[in-house]
């Protein structure tokens, strides 16, 4: 039951001792049917000290219900129509939300009302006001809100932050990611009023910034978007944004997908003063004035199961874990400042 969670984020006394006589752990109710919540599940259902309550899609769809109760039969788990029903199970201590962003903000409010602990997949809310209000609700029931940013665990971000000392003061970003995608598929991630603006909805990209260069001053940004005919869905999406750092550090990243985009990209460039870093997917370089070494860069694969780890760790055990919900509030806050920036065509102070 959720009282046994204790509100400093470690489980009681009596959680940890039915775990050591062979009970199935902290109970876990999942909300989403896609690539994460596949992923998420399989991390649950391969650590002892959790278990999988039940699955609901987040949409009440004929379709949606399918794919939860698939879910659900393969992970032994039961499938609930309403995400609703499923925050409001006593048995569900943990809400793991991995459905469209547009429901991210309603759901994680009304499970943390209901006395649960809640891991969300980015962003929080499409809303900054929204993520603000939820952010203190957490603190001020003491339950765990966990954002994953899964991109803080890759060997990408790993590899950067170990070798940014190693360029000297950091003054230039370039971060590029461009996926062609022609048809454009019809998703839910095609649609802005679910996806949300690029640098929200993509909001990994502002964060592995802001968390490897600090607090932003000012942002602009110009984005395009071609519709589909359909009136639903867009057929491409491409935004740029230029970002200045209290540090002095100038940053241009750039995010499309779509139509009418015909080369992949997904790199990252770094000037110092002392020297360069660029990583191409998972390839990496550091160019000083003597010399260009070659820098590994581990695969991006088992991210869902440390996130998940952490996760347990700090519910059972009090550890610290590697992102904190006001980091990710942050990033959220400048994202919506490029947004801004990107409708009303001119420079936003970030705040």
Known sequence: MVNRLARSGSVTGDIAGNM????????????????????????????????????SSGSTSSRGVERAAKLAEQYGAQVVTYWQQLINDRAVELVVICTVSALHGEIVEAALKSEKHVVVEYPLSLQVAQAEQLVKLAADKQLLLHVEHIELLGGLHLAMRSHLPKVGKPSYVAYRTINPQSPAPKKWTYQTELF??????????????????GKVRQVNCQTRMLADADGVHFRQILSSGRLLFESGLIAEVVYGKGER????????????????????????????????????????????VKDTKEVLDHLIDGNTLYV????????????????QASINGGTVNVV
Do not use: W
């Open 20 to 55: 050591t006589n062979g009970m199935t752990g902290i109970g876990v109710g999942l909300i989403g049917t896609g690539y994460a919540a596949n992923a998420r599940a399989k991390a649950l259902l391969a650590d002892g000290r959790s278990h999988l309550v039940s699955i």
């Open 261 to 304: 985009l015909c080369v992949y990209h997904r790199e990252i460039e770094v000037q110092g003063d002392e020297g360069t870093l660029f990583f191409d997917r998972n390839e990496g370089t550091l160019t000083t004035a003597t010399e260009t070494s070659v820098i590994a860069v581990e695969p991006r694969r088992g991210l869902f």
């Open 196 to 213: 949300g603006f690029p640098f929200c909805g993509a909001l990994s990209r502002v964060h592995r910034l802001t968390n490897l260069f």
């Open 324 to 339: 904190s919900a006001a980091e990710s509030l942050y990033a959220l806050r400048v994202g919506d400042a490029l947004q």
